[in-house]
T-cell receptor
């Protein structure tokens, strides 16, 4: 079974608008971490944001926020006020204690910001 | 600066010629891993290591070898590369905790002809 599911292969958003990238996860471990990474066309992987399973509040990092809905096992990335430089591939990932802290990645969402 | 150094960035080689992609981290991380990235397939784990002398297969280990003789280094070895190993490769390291994310290397774009 897929541990991380990203159902949107590609997304478009108008510059300055907000966009939500979906991510659902599957684990029975009460202790886990959720991560989002950005991969621009240059290829490097850039860490964006982290959410712990015990965190009571949604994580935020500048224009990035994570909409964490634990009961639904959902960890959507919200990018506010999109910029052209946000055009990239975005990967959701999870790490859980039960599997020896193994990482699991989704297949990614390609975001294109339209001027 | 805390980083994962991966070399080379680009490599074109011929089928069957053994090659090594080096990976080194300066953060004293226990956990290191190799991934390959192919269009539409996301990141697939090749091998990982929980600590020195401890390595294990990921999802796509065939055709690859690794070693972890020192904590900082985790080289990826292709003994006899084939064209289906043409891919973008990433090395990554982390603490062995579920609340720690990866630090990735810059990637190695490998072409096997």
């Amino acid at each position: 079974a897929q541990k991380i599911t990203q159902t949107q292969p590609g997304m478009f958003v108008q510059e300055k608008e907000a966009v939500t990238l979906d991510c659902t996860y599957d684990t029975s471990d009460p202790s886990y971490g959720l991560f989002w990474y950005k991969q621009p066309s240059s290829g490097e992987m850039i860490f964006l944001i982290y959410q712990g399973s015990y965190d009571q509040q949604n994580a935020t990092e500048g224009r990035y926020s994570l909409n964490f809905q634990k009961a639904r096992k959902s960890a959507n990335l919200v990018i506010s006020a999109s910029q052209l430089g946000d055009s990239a591939m975005y990967f959701c990932a999870m790490r859980d204690h039960n599997t020896g802290n193994q990482f699991y990645f989704g297949t990614g969402t390609s975001l294109t910001v339209i001027p | 600066e805390a980083q994962v150094t991966q070399n080379p960035r680009y490599l074109i080689t011929v089928t069957g010629k053994k090659l090594t992609v080096t990976c080194s981290q300066n953060m004293n991380h226990e956990y290191m891993s190799w991934y390959r990235q192919d269009p539409g397939l996301g990141l697939r784990q090749i091998y990982y290591s929980m600590n020195v002398e401890v390595t294990d297969k990921g999802d796509v280990p065939e055709g690859y070898k690794v070693s972890r003789k020192e904590k900082r280094n985790f080289p990826l070895i292709l003994e006899s590369p084939s064209p289906n190993q043409t891919s973008l490769y990433f090395c990554a390291s982390s603490r062995d905790r579920e609340d720690y994310g990866y630090t990735f290397g810059s990637g190695t774009r490998l072409t096997v002809v």
